[in-house]
Nanobody
Framework: QVQLVESGGGSVQAGGTLRLSCEVL????????MGWFRQAPGREREGVAL???????TYRGSVQGRFTISRDNAKNALFLQMDSLKPEDTAMYYC?????????????????????WGQGTQVTVSS
């Protein structure tokens, strides 16, 4: 049984910084695609940043240059450093993991491909 537990969300003003963490309980190996998705009220869940088994990363265009995804396979953890936050970044952020080919592990892939999800952590950015 795999469980993902997010932490690090909160409320900040525009321009602020947050660092999200995702702890993986149970076993997933380094071949897993891992990533962060977000969902705002009334909107579909969208990919924010993904990282494949060899560390290649992709980002949603609106967060490119502001967010950085990283993983620590030894500690079974995933992170999302969010800088220069904007009000439009406000959403529930979810950690996800799935055994996927690296060619598929890119932002733009449907969230339906992912089996393992955390409960989410709220990020609120005020103007």
């Amino acid at each position: 049984q795999v469980q993902l537990v997010e932490s690090g969300g909160g409320s900040v003003q525009a321009g602020g910084t947050l660092r999200l963490s995702c702890e993986v309980l149970g076993h997933i190996d380094s071949r897993y695609c891992m990533g962060w998705f977000r969902q705002a009220p009334g909107r579909e869940r969208e990919g924010v940043a993904l990282i494949d088994s060899v560390g290649r990363t992709t980002y949603r265009g609106s967060v490119q240059g502001r967010f950085t995804i990283s993983r620590d396979n030894a500690k079974n953890a995933l992170f999302l450093q969010m800088d220069s936050l904007k009000p439009e970044d406000t959403a529930m952020y979810y950690c996800a993991a799935q055994n996927l080919q690296n060619a598929l592990c890119r932002v733009g892939i449907s969230s339906l491909y992912f089996e393992h999800w955390g409960q989410g952590t709220q990020v609120t950015v005020s103007s």
